[in-house]
C-alpha cells in the first residue's frame, strides 16, 4: 500500500492565525487532494495536484491556498483561519483511476 | 458537474441481517466509476467496492455486493449478514474515466448502525 502520511493529526488554533496541514507520501503518485469532511455535507474537494507546483481549484477553495515544491509533499494552508473551516480535512492519492483514492488519516481542525 | 446522491443519511439494521444503502449520481457520461467507501469511527477511510460502468456484472467482495443500474444512474450497496464492525459511515463516490485529474465526487454519506 501507497504510505501517506498527515499532520498534525489534531490541532486547535485561534481566528485569524495562519495554519498549514501537511500531507506526505512514500511514493511518487503524481496526484494529490485535499479535502474537507463536514457533517451533512460529505467530502468536498478544496484543492488538488497533477505534478510539482501544478495544483487547480475544487468546490470550496475560498479560504485555502496549497502548495508542492515536491512530488511528496502537498501543503494546505489556511491564511486566516475563521470558524467556519472548522472540519476534519483529509489528504488522498490516486493510484490509477480504476483503485480510487488512498486517503491519510485525518486531520481534525479546531478553530476558536 | 457531476452529483452523487444518498437520500438515507442513517440506516440501521440487525446483527445478521441484510442492508441495503441506496445512491444515485447524475452524469451524462458513458464511461466511469464508482466507489463506496467505509469510515468507521476510527476515521480512516477504506475502499469496501468499486464498480466500472462499461462492466455489465455487478461487482462483489465478500459480504458486500452491489447493484449497479446504469440506465438509472443508480448504485447500491448491500451487505449480508450484518456484523458488528459494518457500523460505519458509508460514502459513495464517482469518477470520470477520463479528462477529470482522477477526481472523486462524493456523496453525503449513509450512518449505518448494527444493533445487536
Known amino acids: 500500500d501507497a504510505g501517506i502520511t498527515q499532520s498534525p493529526r489534531h490541532k486547535v488554533t485561534e481566528t485569524g492565525t495562519p495554519v498549514t496541514l501537511r500531507c506526505h507520501q512514500t511514493?511518487?503518485?503524481?496526484?494529490m487532494y485535499w479535502y474537507r469532511q463536514d457533517p451533512g455535507h460529505g467530502l468536498r474537494l478544496i484543492h488538488y495536484s497533477y505534478g510539482v507546483k501544478d495544483t487547480d481549484k475544487g468546490e470550496v477553495s475560498d479560504g485555502y491556498s496549497v502548495s508542492r515544491s515536491k512530488t511528496e509533499d502537498f501543503l494546505l494552508t489556511l491564511e486566516s483561519a475563521t470558524s467556519s473551516q472548522t472540519s476534519v480535512y483529509f489528504c488522498a492519492i490516486s493510484i490509477t483511476g480504476y483503485y480510487g483514492y488512498t486517503f491519510g488519516s485525518g486531520t481534525r481542525l479546531t478553530v476558536v | 458537474a457531476q452529483t452523487v446522491t444518498q437520500s438515507q443519511p442513517e440506516m440501521s439494521v440487525q446483527e445478521a441481517e441484510t442492508v441495503t444503502l441506496s445512491c444515485t449520481y447524475d452524469?451524462?457520461?458513458?464511461?466511469?466509476?464508482l466507489f463506496w467507501y467505509k469510515q468507521p469511527p476510527s476515521r480512516q477511510m477504506i475502499l469496501v467496492i468499486r464498480q466500472e460502468a462499461y462492466k455489465q456484472q455487478n461487482a462483489t467482495e465478500n459480504r458486500f455486493s452491489v447493484n449497479f443500474q446504469k440506465a438509472a444512474k443508480s448504485f447500491s450497496l448491500k451487505i449480508s449478514d450484518s456484523q458488528l464492525g459494518d457500523a460505519a459511515m458509508y460514502f459513495c463516490?464517482?469518477?470520470?474515466?477520463?479528462?477529470?485529474?482522477?477526481?472523486?465526487?462524493f456523496g453525503k454519506g449513509t450512518l449505518l448502525t448494527v444493533n445487536p
Open positions: 452524469t451524462s457520461e458513458s464511461d466511469y466509476y
Open positions: 463516490a464517482y469518477r470520470s474515466r477520463g479528462g477529470s485529474n482522477y477526481k472523486l465526487t
Open positions: 511514493e511518487n503518485h503524481r496526484y
